[in-house]
């Protein structure tokens, strides 16, 4: 099994934080490049961060620097840190092996004004 599992999403503020994490399961982990994407009602998903193996990350422009992407390859996990969050930031997230097919189920994040 190559699965991914998101957390940690909720109801935040305009102005506050969340922090995000997907566990990711089989033996696939460590030698790939990591994504968070994600998707609000009505409107494409996009990529919004990446991490390389190496440990090299990328943003999106509408999220550099306010948000801080992380992996930890012995727990076989990454993270989203997610500052100043603004009512734009509201979507589904969701984590990917960036040149693989495999997503997570998604976890909401709604940022209010």
């Known amino acids: 099994q190559v699965q991914l599992v998101e957390s940690g999403g909720g109801l935040v503020q305009a102005g506050g934080s969340l922090r995000l994490s997907c566990a990711a399961s089989?033996?696939?982990?460590?030698?790939?490049?990591m994504a968070w994407y994600r998707q609000a009602p009505g409107k494409q998903r996009e990529l919004v961060a990446f991490?390389?193996?190496?440990?090299?990350?990328n943003y999106a422009d509408s999220v550099k620097g306010r948000f801080s992407i992380s992996r930890d390859n012995a727990k076989k996990t990454i993270d989203l840190q997610m500052n100043s969050l603004k009512p734009e930031d509201t979507a589904v997230y969701y984590c990917?092996?960036?040149?693989?097919?495999?997503w997570g189920q998604g976890t909401q994040v709604t940022v209010s004004s």
């Open positions: 990917k092996y960036f040149a693989r097919n495999i």
């Open positions: 991490i390389t193996s190496g440990g090299t990350t």
């Open positions: 089989g033996s696939i982990f460590s030698s790939n490049t």
